[in-house]
C-alpha cells in the first residue's frame, strides 16, 4: 500500500497598509500575507502545524515578518468586519 504524505504552506492576502518598504526606499502599498503550514494525506491537508504573517511590497515583491501589533490590528479589522 502506498501513502502520500507531505508539508504544504498556503498563503492568503488578507489586508493592506500603506508602508515604507527598506529595499525601495519610499512608502507603498504592503499586502499582508497569512501563510499556514499543513500537513497532507494524499492532497488533502489534513494537520495545521502552525502560521506566519508576512508584509509583501507592491513594488519589488519584498517579504517582512509582521510584528505583534500588526497581527492584532488585522484580528481587530477582522472582528469588526464580521459583527
Do not use: D, Y
Not at 48 to 60: D, I, K, M, S, T
Request: glycine fraction near 6%; aromatic fraction near 10%; proline fraction near 4%.
Amino acid at each position: 500500500m502506498i501513502f502520500f504524505f507531505g508539508i504544504r504552506t498556503k498563503a492568503k492576502a488578507i489586508s493592506q497598509q500603506e508602508r515604507a518598504c527598506s529595499k525601495c526606499v519610499r512608502p507603498t502599498m504592503h499586502a499582508i500575507v497569512e501563510t499556514k503550514k499543513w500537513f497532507t494525506l494524499f492532497f488533502i491537508p489534513v494537520i495545521p502545524l502552525g502560521g506566519n504573517f508576512f508584509a509583501r511590497c507592491g513594488v519589488c515583491g519584498l517579504n517582512t515578518k509582521c510584528t505583534a501589533e500588526i497581527k492584532e490590528q488585522v484580528a481587530m479589522k477582522a472582528m469588526a468586519a464580521k459583527a
